[in-house]
């Protein structure tokens, strides 16, 4: 479990505003939602870069706004995205799913990424499906994935997209990524 800090708020806070300058909104968002879908996923990154470190594990790490990302992170020479899911407070995190957008499955397989990371971080709140960033206080890296595998789990339609949805006890320990 990471810690949000108030830096990591302000930081995800001042890279969603740049990133909305530039990026469609693929989802259909209105402009306050959005903001903090993007800044959702910039937490979610951004805890796992403190993992990585807190591991002293070598990568590359990419977080623009401007210019798409080629990758998130670069892990032995292995390319991997970081899927970021909001759940309200306590442990309601242990009763999702890793979520994995179907559209952007077809372009992990032709950039061949590697695998996805599952965080889920708190102050989402289901019932209008707003995330409160200063309420956010935790991230939980769940596991990953090989991308090669997300395509075994038959895709459902979400409320903003088609998608997999991959249960978390079928996901791979963090720390054996760190080993590959």
Known sequence: MITVTEELRNFAREHATKRMEFEFD??????????????????????????????????EFQLQAGKFDDFDFV?????????????????????????Y?????????????????????????RSDKTFDLDNCTTATIAGWIKIEDISAYKPIQLPFS???????????????LLKL
């Open 26 to 59: 693929r989802f259909g968002l209105d402009q306050t939602r959005r903001h903090s879908m993007i800044a959702m996923g910039t937490i979610g990154q951004l805890a796992f870069k403190q993992f990585l470190e807190m591991n002293q594990v070598d990568f």
């Open 75 to 99: 892990i032995n020479g292995h390319i991997v995205e970081i899927k970021t899911s909001g759940y309200g407070n306590g442990s309601g995190w242990k009763d999702l799913n890793a979520i």
């Open 101 to 125: 957008n179907s559209s952007q499955l077809k372009q992990a397989v032709s950039k061949k990424y590697f695998c996805s990371v599952q965080v889920f971080v708190n102050g989402y709140h």
């Open 162 to 176: 088609l998608a997999h949805l991959i249960p978390l006890s079928e996901l791979n320990e963090i720390q054996s």
